[in-house]
């Protein structure tokens, strides 16, 4: 089983749709999550970081649900300018450092 | 402003050649990175260090060293180059953290084809 896992996609939503992506992960000793959004053909980004409590950034909401293993991202009113990928990052302490373990990403597509 | 740079957007080389990829930042971070991403499979991480010559291997070492001379520059270097080290690498740094995690920023990338 990966490390961690997410729905390629890609998703095609219109604008103003409500968009909802998952991102799975393998190690319960894992400690910190969060999303990097990366545009065709650039660098990622940092988004937001993932709480149990939840994280809200004006349209973007994201959660963490430990007993199920599991990050979410939830995108609100969609607009043309989130069409990117969306990738989740899971970090654990190992060995000393931490290790960093990148999604393969899930591509959205906002469509007028 | 944060900075990476990368020495090359784009770079051409042929099996067997041994091929330098240069990162420099501005930040005065101390931890640096490099990925490599691929269709399907993500960003994996090749390398990595914390330090002034200090490095670590991360996932997929093989075919690949490093070198950390100056704190703001790491270099990828593929010894000799293969088709399937064909591939957009991805530089990355961030600051050290005391049991959290700080922002890595990334810089533009560089697309390799080996022929």
């Known amino acids: 089983r990966k490390e961690v896992e997410q729905d390629p996609g890609p998703f095609n939503v219109p604008e103003g749709a409500t968009v909802a992506f998952n991102c799975t992960y393998s190690n319960s000793a894992s400690q910190s999550f969060f999303w990097y959004r990366q545009d065709c053909r650039k660098e990622p980004k940092l988004l937001m970081s993932v709480y149990s409590s939840g994280n809200e950034d004006g349209r973007f909401t994201a959660q963490l649900n430990r007993a199920s293993q599991y990050i979410s991202l939830l995108i609100r009113d969609s607009k043309l300018s989130d069409s990117a990928t969306y990738l989740c990052v899971v970090i654990m302490n190992s060995g000393g450092y931490q290790k960093v373990t990148f999604g393969i990403g899930t591509k959205l597509q906002v469509i007028p | 402003d944060v900075k990476v740079t990368q020495s090359s957007r784009y770079l051409v080389k042929r099996t067997g050649e041994k091929v330098f990829l240069e990162c420099v930042q501005d930040m005065d971070h101390e931890n640096m990175f490099w990925y490599r991403q691929d269709p399907g499979l993500g960003l994996r991480l090749i390398y990595f260090s914390y330090d002034v010559k200090m490095k670590e291997k991360g996932d997929i070492p093989e075919g690949y060293s490093v070198s950390r001379e100056k704190k703001e520059r790491f270099s990828l270097i593929l010894e000799s180059a293969s088709t399937n080290q064909t591939s957009m690498y991805l530089c990355?740094?961030?600051?050290?953290?005391?049991?959290?995690?700080?922002?890595?920023?990334f810089g533009p990338g560089t697309r390799l084809t080996v022929l």
């Open positions: 990355a740094s961030s600051s050290p953290s005391s049991g959290g995690y700080n922002e890595q920023f």
